[in-house]
């Protein structure tokens, strides 16, 4: 593609993170508004999304969430400034840092509770 | 079709029609508007708490609250617009064949709209005070005539 190898990688996860995105959205509403049918239904629903390979998926979504977020900035900078064209490249390696700089203390917050709760059966 | 363009000039210049030049607009501003949201939602229910933690009285008790119903409604629809429009440019670049696209896009809407629906009534139209209750009974709510 026209913008090389970076610009086509970019553009690629900004694509699949989006989609997985979406189909989050799509599982975690129907998840959430199950409590509507009272506490029953809702708790086993949230038990089942409790075991430790669901919350491997979460942080992946959560990843996703991150890159297509600050990419999504990048685009914005690249549609509405004179100089986010030129600078695509170094945008993007400042949008890798910034989800490398924030998964970090995220990592360290959440994946201590998930090995907590793998080694205590799952969720609740 | 979907624009292709880098700048608002560009987008403009290739736009088809004027609805594909708003949704061009509408997915910059709604992705703005995302950032705080969608970041701020999962630090709120994943980060600084244990999401193991979370069961039908944490869930009932933010949809009874007024300001997550309005925060998570305006997630809920800008990111399924958002999305969903999204969806229609992948959908067009890689279904070639006019006809599976075209069931494919049915299936697809259709879908988008019960998910909508349902969210919104849980954010919107229920009441969750009942079960509620049980735990932290609340004064004169609730009273069946
Ligand atoms: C959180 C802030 C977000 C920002 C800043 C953002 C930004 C963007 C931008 C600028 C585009 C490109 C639009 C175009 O090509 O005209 C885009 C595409 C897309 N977004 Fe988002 N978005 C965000 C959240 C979301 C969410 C929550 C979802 C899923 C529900 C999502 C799904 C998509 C999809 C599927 C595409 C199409 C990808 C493609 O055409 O390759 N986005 N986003």
Not at chain 2, 89 to 114: E, G, H, Q
Request: charged share 10%; net charge positive.
């Amino acid at each position: 593609m026209y913008r090389g190898r970076e610009g086509q990688w970019a553009f690629f996860l900004h694509r699949i993170s989006g989609l997985a995105l979406l189909l989050w959205l799509f599982i975690h509403t129907l998840n959430i508004a199950s409590a509507m049918w009272g506490p029953a239904v809702s708790n086993r629903l949230m038990a089942f999304f409790h075991v430790p390979i669901f919350q491997i998926g979460l942080l992946l979504v959560t990843a996703a969430a991150m890159y297509h977020s600050f990419n999504g900035l990048r685009i914005i900078l690249m549609d509405f400034t004179g100089w986010g064209v030129r600078y695509q490249r170094q945008l993007w390696y400042g949008v890798l840092g910034l989800c490398v700089l924030l998964a970090i203390p995220g990592l360290i917050l959440t994946v201590p509770r998930i090995l907590h709760a793998a080694s205590h059966g799952g969720g609740q | 079709m979907a624009i292709r363009a880098r700048r608002y000039a560009d987008a403009k210049a290739q736009a088809s029609t004027n609805t594909e030049l708003l949704w061009w607009v509408f997915m910059r501003v709604s992705g703005v508007v995302m950032v705080f949201l969608v970041l701020g939602h999962i630090l709120m229910n994943f980060v600084l708490i244990d999401v193991n933690t979370i069961n039908y009285q944490y869930v009932a008790g933010r949809l009874s609250n007024t300001t997550w119903k309005i925060y998570d409604w305006l997630i809920l629809v800008l990111a399924m617009l958002h999305g969903m429009n999204g969806l229609r440019y992948v959908m067009d670049d890689w279904i070639r064949d006019p006809s599976r696209r075209f069931v494919t896009k049915a299936v697809v809407y259709s879908l988008a709209v019960l998910v909508t629906v349902v969210g919104s009534f849980s954010l919107l139209n229920h009441d969750f005070s009942k079960d509620l209750s049980q735990n932290t009974p609340t004064q004169g709510t609730m009273t069946k005539p």
